[in-house]
Structures are given as structure tokens and as C-alpha cells.
């Protein structure tokens, strides 16, 4: 089925421990997003990717790292799991612009990784 | 400050009322706004998009934007229990990077 899928949906993990949150998607679309959500700040953008292998620093990036071989995937790794890193996680995507720029805007989200480190 | 203020409610109404949402933003940079709707345990997907300012309408949902006083609105007229869900606002001045607001949860009461 066409869509972007995310895995694990639930992970819980131990403070220290690499984790890596997976992230795929079958349009082909060129830019992919992670976000997290926490309660009270809405959805921070974390990472994102323009296209394969071009990646860049959102808003909070520190204890992540991102990878982008393929166009379809864009998984999240946090290399040492820290408490304040426990919320959803949630990885979009969006076609590139129209020639006129009539891109809706639109991103489509995964259904979420909920990520809990003890 | 946060560059996207959204009021997070909760926010409670009978069926058929209508429900206002808004947010401010402080980016005048800011040319794109959307409205997404994010169901419980749900990824967002996206509800209404405005270029620029003005107001558009899409069947009981209308958008509103004012950049001079830097506010958007979203309206929800006739609400029916299906429209509970958390209401997030996002907006951008590229079109691909997007700041959004905490979301408002809306309860609609049968």
C-alpha cells in the first residue's frame, strides 16, 4: 500500500541506549521531516532531508542523528537515549514544488513512534 | 516566545455549536497557513491551506487569515462528534519547513 510507515510504533528503551526509529515511504516524495510532540510545545521539527543524502538541522537536533541513502527511507537514531528524548515521534514527507509554486504544503504523516526511555 | 501561539484548550461544545480556534504568530516572513486535524494515536493530516491572507471555505470548515494583525482563525460550523480531535496550526514562509502551534483538543458532545 502506498503511504509512509513508521516502526517501531511503541519502543521502550533505558536511559544510555541507541534507538533507531524507522521511516519509509512509497511516493517517492523528495523531502521527509521528523518531528516530535510533546505536550504544550505541538510538533518540533528535529531533522529533515531534501533529498538523498542531503540532510539539515531543524529546530531541535541535539542527540540526533539522521541518514538518507535512499529516497524512500529517513530513519532517526538517538545514539544515547536520554529521558527528556520520551515523547512521539512522528516522520513526514512532501513532493517538491510545483512550477508555479502551487505546492499545497501539504505534509503526510506516519502514524507515530511512541518512545518511552526509562 | 514562541514564534506560533496556539491556546491548547481543551476546548468542550454540544453537537451543532460552532468552534473557534485561532493563533498568533510573530514571523511576518509567514506567507503559507494550514490547519491540520490529528486524531487520537493519529498522525496530523492536514485540513485546510491559505496562501496569503483572505478567507476560504471548505464545506462546514472556514479559514481565516489576517497577516496586518498577524492571527488565524479556523471555524467549524454545525460540529459533529467526528470533529473531536486536537486542531494544530502550522504556517511557513518557504512552503517546506514548517512552525506550528501546541494544537487545541476539541471535544464535541452528542
Known amino acids: 500500500d502506498a503511504g509512509i510507515t513508521q516502526s517501531p510504533r511503541y519502543k521502550i528503551t533505558e536511559t544510555g541506549r541507541q534507538v533507531t526509529l524507522m521511516c519509509h515511504q512509497t511516493?517517492?516524495?523528495?523531502?521527509m521531516f521528523w518531528y516530535r510532540q510533546d505536550l504544550g510545545h505541538g510538533l518540533r521539527l528535529i531533522y529533515y532531508?531534501?533529498?538523498?543524502?542531503?540532510?539539515d538541522k531543524g529546530e531541535v537536533p541535539d542527540g540526533y542523528v539522521v541518514s538518507r541513502s535512499k529516497t524512500e527511507n529517513f530513519p532517526l537514531t538517538l545514539e544515547s537515549a536520554t529521558r527528556s528524548q520520551t515523547s512521539v515521534y512522528f516522520c513526514?514527507?512532501?513532493?517538491?514544488?510545483?512550477?508555479?509554486?502551487?505546492?499545497?504544503?501539504?505534509?503526510?504523516f506516519g502514524e507515530g513512534s511512541r518512545l518511552t526511555v526509562l | 516566545q514562541k514564534e506560533v501561539e496556539q491556546d491548547p484548550g481543551p476546548l468542550s461544545v454540544p453537537e451543532g455549536a460552532i468552534v473557534s480556534l485561532n493563533c498568533t504568530y510573530s514571523?511576518?516572513?509567514?506567507?503559507?497557513f494550514m490547519w491540520y486535524r490529528q486524531y487520537s494515536r493519529k498522525g496530523p493530516e492536514l485540513l485546510m491551506y491559505?496562501?496569503?491572507?483572505g478567507n476560504k471555505e471548505d464545506g462546514r470548515f472556514t479559514a481565516q487569515v489576517d497577516k496586518s494583525s498577524k492571527y488565524i482563525s479556523l471555524f467549524i460550523r454545525d460540529s459533529q462528534p467526528s470533529d473531536s480531535a486536537t486542531y494544530l496550526c502550522?504556517?511557513?514562509?518557504?512552503?517546506?519547513?514548517?512552525?506550528f502551534g501546541a494544537g487545541t483538543t476539541v471535544t464535541v458532545r452528542a
Open positions: 502550522a504556517m511557513s514562509a518557504s512552503d517546506y519547513k514548517l512552525s
Open positions: 511516493w517517492s516524495h523528495s523531502y
Open positions: 491559505t496562501y496569503s491572507s
Open positions: 513526514a514527507s512532501r513532493g517538491q514544488l510545483g512550477l508555479a509554486g502551487g505546492h499545497t504544503g501539504e505534509l503526510f
Open positions: 532531508s531534501a533529498a538523498a543524502d542531503i540532510t
Open positions: 514571523n511576518s516572513a509567514f506567507q503559507y
